[in-house]
């Protein structure tokens, strides 16, 4: 079970910190992602990382602004959301999925297995 929490509203060029708990198994050997979807969108890639080595990717549109983490003691991802857009408004999901090699593609959303009920953040302007 995935478990999102630290969404809200927050103005344009503010932070939020998002956290995804993972309970009932261990994430050894997956990667954890982060994806979004705004009202009337497709639902996108933003983050993901690979549990064990720690190993980062993040969409482009948000390199620079968004970091992403993990703490393998609290089995809890995190994304760190720093200045803050109004098209960053969405409802924010994390997913996890097996690890199978690097270079694959992360962003690809049918291919994780488990998601979270998702967390909205609210950027005005």
């Known amino acids: 079970q995935l478990v999102e929490s630290g969404g809200g509203l927050v103005q344009a060029g503010g932070s939020l910190r998002l956290s995804c708990a993972a309970s009932?198994?261990?994430?050894?050997?997956?990667?954890m992602g982060w994806f979004r979807q705004a009202p009337g969108k497709e639902r996108e890639f933003v983050s993901a990382?690979?549990?064990?080595?720690?190993?980062?990717y993040l969409a482009d549109s948000v390199k620079g602004r968004f970091t992403i983490a993990r703490d393998i003691t609290k089995n809890t991802v995190y994304l760190q959301l720093n200045s803050l857009k109004p098209e960053d408004t969405a409802v924010y999901y994390c997913?996890?999925?097996?690890?199978?090699?690097?270079?694959?593609?992360?962003?690809?959303?049918?291919?994780?297995?488990?998601w979270g009920q998702g967390t909205q953040v609210t950027v005005s302007s």
């Open positions: 997913a996890a999925r097996l690890f199978l090699k690097y270079g694959t593609d992360w962003s690809r959303s049918y291919e994780y297995n488990y």
């Open positions: 009932g198994r261990t994430l050894t050997g997956y990667v």
């Open positions: 990382i690979t549990w064990s080595g720690g190993t980062t």
